[in-house]
């Protein structure tokens, strides 16, 4: 894992709530699940606590993964610069290939979810944006469509 991990405030929260139910609630039930399956006997041909126990391995995993991000996290601050497209900011774009508008808010790749308008700084089009101007045109190769460019018309806060 790299060195550090950006987040807006928003991922962030995200974050420390995940690992608050993963350490509050899912352990407790992995540690219940446990103590279930061994009542059944012989856990040599147990899968109920082989199930268990593998699940418990998987809740571990991503605490520590997630203490790990928060730890080495930098939380993009509220000051964001408008001048151009950069982390934590908002961008409206027009697609050409499909003429529609877009709006995009740039995060770090942890918080990426570009369904849902979150863009990560890493991804072709997050690199192709970073930087721009209103009025500028970008463009990147997509695996599926080909080049694809947009026009940004603005960016926010």
Known sequence: MSNHVVLTKEGQKQLQERLDYLKNVKR?????????????G????????????????LVESE????????????I???NVDTS????????KVHDINFDEDLEYKIVGST????????????????KALMG???????????INVGK??????EIKA
């Open 76 to 78: 993009i601050s509220g």
């Open 132 to 142: 721009a101007k209103v009025g500028d045109m970008v463009e990147y190769d997509s």
């Open 84 to 91: 151009q497209v950069s982390l934590g900011c908002t961008v």
């Open 111 to 126: 918080e990426s979810d570009p369904a849902n308008g979150l863009l990560s700084n890493e991804s072709p089009a997050g």
């Open 42 to 57: 012989d856990l040599s041909e147990n899968s109920e606590y082989v199930a268990a126990k593998e699940e418990q391995g």
């Open 63 to 74: 605490i520590m993964e997630i203490e790990e991000k928060l730890r080495n996290a930098k």
């Open 28 to 40: 407790a039930e992995c540690t219940n699940a446990i103590a279930v399956a061994r009542s059944f």
């Open 148 to 153: 694809i460019r947009m026009k940004v018309l």
